[in-house]
């Protein structure tokens, strides 16, 4: 090995041994895990085959977490992203009070997602919250949004949208301005309305931030659920439960770490799954530059 | 041409439904948080009665402030978030310059590692990373929540970007001076991608004062505890529901991201950005 090679080893190497130790290994470790028991006082585990597979599918939280997490994926992505196009749209335009929106949209960002969770719980909460008030002095009955299973999931799901959108915006909006003003013009020549400027123009030539911020909200949608702690606690009877929530919960409350451990190889055959649909499809068909 | 400049102003722009509805969802937007505003710094009794008369007051932030280890708290996430972003910034920063500027035998396969962590983030593999602190005796301090974060493929992946943007001539003339390779690095280098550091810097730094359940996991008293653990451990012991001092709580952890935001938003906007786009 010359003395170039060795000195570029040398400025990767702590780098590196800190990704194989966290990232790696711990990812290898989960799969090996996963075919074992879980280790208890003192005695190793003992391999079990598929057994903690078959555990996880024959658990109907396990279930519950994954139909909810699809529901949770399914509405976040869609509304995050149109609402985050709406937005980068005014934004980009002489809007009225275009800081002033472009902050509003923006500010849920920043802010921590568990001390916003307490907030929107108190937002929710039942006769006292503002969400009662509003329905109560429109004359509708009182609804405990997240003690009741049939809404709870659809409350927390709001506050992911919330929290994301105004996220999603930026990356619109910074595409916008990018686009050539010439097409603006080329379109007012040809008398072109508004909606067939966006769907003929803004729409395809956006589609590669679009690509991007979908991968985004469906990484998102996995592993956001910070939220949860405060909100539902996955409740009532796990009609709100997320798979990362489950995992937490198997692994920390029960430690039953074997099973968390074939929970945590779905989860990352998930984000895997994302990852590699990304780089195979979408960076080889979405050019546009 | 032909398109008077009033006509080509107009086109497109914002009709009054535009307006209206833009207005309408920013103040859904900023809604729970002027709510939040309103009970923190108002008497419990008026936390839900909006009155303007009614009285401003201190004492919900006071309350919380006595009632749990807030300044540990603040702290422990500042001394978090700057270990972090500065072990991050110099690895990274390191990598990324092999990376841009150096060939060698491996590189390619090296390279895909550090990619595979922006796929397998840490906060998934909670186990593994639990029982290796603890194998290590770290658990319940801050360098174990410090620890999975410390080697940021994002950095690297951003700085190598930047890195490989530098003309060769600049690398080349000081070496002619007679610069070594990591002075080179440091003087001709890491200044001209100023604005890839602050960028990187604010994404960071809001990403872990924001981190919950890593901390949560790994932490288990007040000594090692974050401000988003602390809060949550705050507010979900019975406070007997006083939602003013929870609120104040509340805007008590968010506020030094939330003032940074106002005050440089143009920056913050800016550097979300240059981070999401690769």
């Known amino acids: ?289 | 041409m032909s398109a008077a400049p009033s006509q080509r102003l107009a086109y497109n722009a914002p009709t009054w439904l535009d307006t209206l509805a833009a207005w309408l969802l920013a103040l859904l937007w900023i809604l729970p948080l002027a709510y939040a505003v309103w009970t923190a710094f108002h008497p419990s009794e008026y936390s839900t009665r909006f009155v303007l008369a009614a009285p401003l007051t201190l004492e919900n932030f006071e309350r919380a402030w006595a009632a749990a280890p807030f300044a540990r708290y603040f702290l422990n996430t500042t001394l978090l978030v700057f270990m972090i972003l500065a072990v991050q910034l110099v690895l990274g920063t390191l990598a990324a310059y092999a990376f841009a500027r150096y060939e060698f035998r491996g590189r390619n396969v090296a390279f895909s590692l550090v990619l595979v962590q922006l796929m397998v983030m840490p906060d998934i593999l909670l186990v593994e990373n639990y029982r290796t602190m603890a194998r290590l005796g770290l658990v319940d301090t801050l360098l174990a929540i410090g620890l999975p974060y410390f080697a940021s493929a994002f950095a690297i992946f951003l700085l190598r970007q930047t890195f490989m943007g530098v003309p060769r001539e600049l690398d080349e003339a000081a070496r002619v001076e007679g610069a070594g390779p990591l002075q080179t690095l440091w003087r001709v280098y890491v200044p001209l991608a100023r604005p890839v550091y602050t960028a990187f810097a604010l994404v960071s730094v809001s990403f872990h004062w924001n981190n919950f359940l890593w901390p949560l996991i790994i932490t288990n008293s007040p000594n090692a505890r974050p401000l988003t653990v602390g809060l949550q451990v705050f507010s979900s012991v019975d406070q007997g529901v006083d939602w003013s001092v929870i609120t104040a709580a509340t805007l008590m952890t968010s506020a030094p991201l939330l003032v940074a935001f106002l005050l440089f938003q143009r920056q913050f906007v800016q550097s979300f950005m240059r981070a999401g786009i690769k």
């Open chain 1, 1 to 289: 090995m010359n003395q170039r090679a060795l000195h570029a080893w040398l400025m990767l190497l702590p780098a590196l041994v800190l990704l194989v130790a966290f990232t790696h290994y711990p990812a290898v470790a989960t799969l090996v895990d996963s075919f074992f028991s879980t280790p208890k006082a003192g005695r190793p585990g003992v391999w079990v085959g598929l057994e903690n597979y078959q555990v996880m599918a024959e658990d109907p939280v396990f279930w519950k977490a994954v139909r909810n997490n699809l529901w949770f994926a399914g509405a976040t992505i869609p509304l995050s992203i149109a609402l985050a196009l709406a937005m980068a749209l005014w934004v980009n335009e002489r809007i009225a009070g275009r800081a002033f929106l472009r902050m509003a949209y923006f500010t849920p960002t920043v802010l921590p997602m568990i001390a916003v969770a307490n907030i929107w719980l108190f937002f929710y909460t039942p006769q006292y919250g503002l969400l009662e008030q509003i329905t109560g002095a429109l004359g509708l009955p009182s609804h405990n949004w997240l003690g009741s299973p049939s809404t709870a999931l659809g409350a927390v799901t709001v506050v992911a949208i919330w929290k994301e959108a105004g996220f999603f915006m930026i990356f619109y909006l910074a595409a916008l301005q990018t686009l050539n003003p010439s097409l603006r013009e080329a379109a007012a020549i040809e008398g072109a309305s508004r909606w067939y400027f966006f769907r003929r123009v803004q729409w395809p030539l956006l589609m590669p931030t679009t690509l991007f911020v979908l991968v985004n909200a469906c990484i998102n949608a996995f592993r956001m659920v910070d939220h949860l702690f405060v909100l539902t606690r996955g409740g009532p009877d796990n009609a709100s439960i997320l798979l990362l929530y489950h995992l937490y919960e198997v692994g920390f409350s029960f430690w039953d770490t074997a099973y968390a451990s074939a929970i945590t190889v779905v989860l990352v055959a998930v984000l895997a799954g994302i990852a590699l649909f990304q780089f195979f499809v979408l960076d080889r068909r979405v050019h546009y530059k």
